[in-house]
């Protein structure tokens, strides 16, 4: 991942951690993947402030479901989905 540059992954869910929405914050999706290894997935708790399309029901994602997460990396193994509108998370069949 190169840091400001779009990036897509694809890998498989480590942990997800939606308490942060509470307070405004991220909520974050951990991934294991072949290319990049353990990356952060960044979901805002404002969509309305995003372009990209709200992502399903993250709190249905468990350990070991397939992901493919399309975003801007933001730090080193860190990707955040909303700043475009093809940006998303969503389960890979």
């Known amino acids: 991942l190169v840091v400001g540059q779009q990036a897509t992954i ?3 869910v480590i942990s997800v951690d939606t308490a942060p929405w509470a307070y405004d914050g991220n909520a974050m999706v951990a ?3 072949a290319d990049a290894g353990t990356v952060s997935v960044q979901l805002p708790a404002r969509w ?3 372009k990209a399309q709200p992502p399903g029901d993250v709190q249905a994602l468990k350990p070991g479901d397939r992901v493919q997460a399309v975003g801007t990396a933001t730090a080193p193994g860190e990707l955040v989905v909303c700043a475009q509108p093809g ?3 969503r ?3």
């Open 91 to 93: 389960k890979v069949e």
């Open 31 to 33: 991934i294991s993947t």
């Open 10 to 12: 694809e890998g498989d």
């Open 48 to 50: 309305n402030l995003c």
């Open 87 to 89: 940006h998303r998370l």
